[in-house]
């Protein structure tokens, strides 16, 4: 099923014509084309279920996340939405830590802004659907909680990379990369952005994934995923966070690979944390870093990537 929060108002973005659908529960809604749209997008807010703790150089992810937030509200009336990519709870995705979650993001609701998620090796499958609100509807995977966003410019594949809870490495599964190539097929001329919290990294042949002995990070089927997408040129970018990094790469055959700075702590403290703006056109997509220390070099850096 899908994770998302509908706005508390209902307001619907409809800038330039633009009108979000969530798919497979709802179609997509007729609208005339809209020549930008523009997203919110977040990572790694790791919230715990008491608002006061703090972590990694003494952070508290809860007061970086309100920051946020208000960044967000503050240009509410050009987002189409909120995009969450994953490690929204602290450590093992405890109930209360998405209470903690969602009364923060509460001022987002109420300025009429969706707001979608992906799931994290911190979070809790069953404990963030729990806490969102049972979805109706038949599942697109059975096990995971992924969806699609039909917009007019693209369609935005949300994953779950949710493996184990509190163990590093993620995983698609056959079931959810034989889904994603049902969509990219049945729909080539349209830009497909792919959402998901953990990071490609191939491993040599000699090394089995889930190998206690192995330091394994990323996805442990990096490969079958990266031969899917790049095979498929309606894939244009594929979207992670996990490194707590701010990083953009293009692929040989033209995939763009964003890593998203996260809302929480950094791992290096020469990068930032912050949100990114995304916008979205008809040939490619502009990102725009919000760091949350205005004095990061990085701060208002745009990187416009333009589409295979």
């Known amino acids: 099923m899908p994770l998302h929060l509908d706005p508390l108002s209902r307001r619907r973005f409809l800038g330039g014509g633009t ?8 179609p997509a809604s007729p609208a005339r084309a809209a020549e930008t749209e523009i997203w919110a997008l977040l990572s790694d807010t790791h919230i715990a279920a ?5 972590s990694r150089q003494g952070v508290n992810m809860a007061d970086h996340l309100h920051r946020v937030i208000a960044e967000v509200v503050a240009e509410k009336e050009s987002l189409a939405g909120v995009i969450i990519d994953g490690d929204c709870a602290y450590d093992d995705g405890q109930p209360g830590d998405y209470t903690t979650l ?10 009429g802004l969706p707001v979608h998620f992906t799931l994290g090796n911190h979070d809790d499958r069953a404990n963030f ?17 992924c969806s699609i966003l039909e917009t ?7 994953l779950d990379s949710l493996r184990y809870v509190n163990k590093v490495e993620g ?42 002995k192995i330091k394994i990070s990323g996805l442990v089927d990096s490969q079958p995923f990266l031969d899917l997408i790049g095979k498929h040129s309606a894939a244009k ?8 990094t701010w990083l953009m790469k293009k692929d040989e055959n033209g995939l763009h690979q964003i890593n998203l700075p996260p809302t929480a702590y950094v791992f290096n403290e020469s990068m930032p944390n912050g949100w990114v703006r995304a916008t979205l056109s008809k040939g490619g997509i ?6 949350l220390d205005p004095g990061h070099p990085q701060h208002g850096g745009k990187h416009s990537l333009a589409w295979r």
């Open 19 to 26: 009108l979000l659908a969530l798919s497979p529960l709802l």
């Open 102 to 111: 969602l009364e923060i993001l509460d001022p987002l609701r109420e300025a």
């Open 152 to 158: 007019p410019l693209a369609n935005w594949i949300l």
């Open 171 to 212: 995983e698609f599964g056959a079931a959810q990369l034989a889904w994603i190539e049902k969509l990219l097929a049945a729909n080539p001329d349209k830009p497909a952005i792919l959402v998901g919290h953990h990071y490609p990294q191939v491993f040599r042949e000699d090394i089995i994934p889930g190998d206690e």
């Open 286 to 291: 502009e990102l725009e870093l919000r760091a």
């Open 129 to 145: 659907s729990a806490a969102v609100g049972a979805a109706t509807g038949e599942a697109a995977v059975e096990g995971k909680h």
């Open 50 to 54: 008491d608002p006061a703790v703090k």
């Open 237 to 244: 970018a594929y979207i992670y966070g996990h490194s707590h």
